[in-house]
């Protein structure tokens, strides 16, 4: 399915409140999972209270022991400081990459803001080397701004 045919299907997601946040993030995350052959983990992470850390969300695909990043550490954590995405094609170059997986061989996380301030990231990891294009990143922008106008 591509990204444009997905589109509607985030708004309607997001529309849903009569389901709870975390509940309508799974449904993305299993939409996105299940629906783009390259993301085969697709999870949410959020500032964790006045903490300088990331609390793991919603999430589809392999259990992970990653449920708390600082910030500045691993791609989430960088995105966490420098507020920009960041598109990772080969995980083994990265000299800051946390492993999650020995399967995974590239990452994307996009910033989640509202007001201006990240509050969070969307993160998927692949299994394909450097399958993350421009259209990636600018669908994975329009999920967090669904994700972002779910919370305001």
């Known amino acids: 399915m591509s990204f444009e045919e997905l589109k509607p299907q985030i708004k309607l ?7 709870s946040f975390d509940e309508r993030l799974m449904q993305i995350c ?9 993301y085969n983990w697709v999870g949410f992470y959020f500032k964790n209270g006045d903490k300088n850390e990331l609390k793991l969300g919603p999430y ?11 910030f500045g550490k691993g791609i989430c954590g960088q995105v966490a400081v420098s ?5 990772v094609p080969d995980v083994s170059a990265q000299d800051n990459y946390i492993a999650c997986s020995i399967t995974v061989k590239a ?10 301030e990240n509050i969070g990231q969307i993160d998927i990891d692949s299994n394909t080397p450097d399958p993350f294009t ?3 990143e600018q669908f994975l922008e329009f999920v967090c ?5 779910m919370l305001s």
């Open 107 to 116: 990452e994307i996380v996009i910033p989640i803001f509202i007001n201006g």
């Open 83 to 87: 507020n920009e995405n960041f598109v």
């Open 134 to 136: 421009e259209a990636d």
């Open 13 to 19: 997601i997001a529309a849903k409140n009569n389901f």
């Open 60 to 70: 589809v695909g392999e259990p992970t022991d990653h449920t708390i990043i600082p």
């Open 145 to 149: 701004l669904e994700v972002a106008a």
């Open 30 to 38: 299993e939409l996105l999972e299940s629906n783009i052959p390259h």
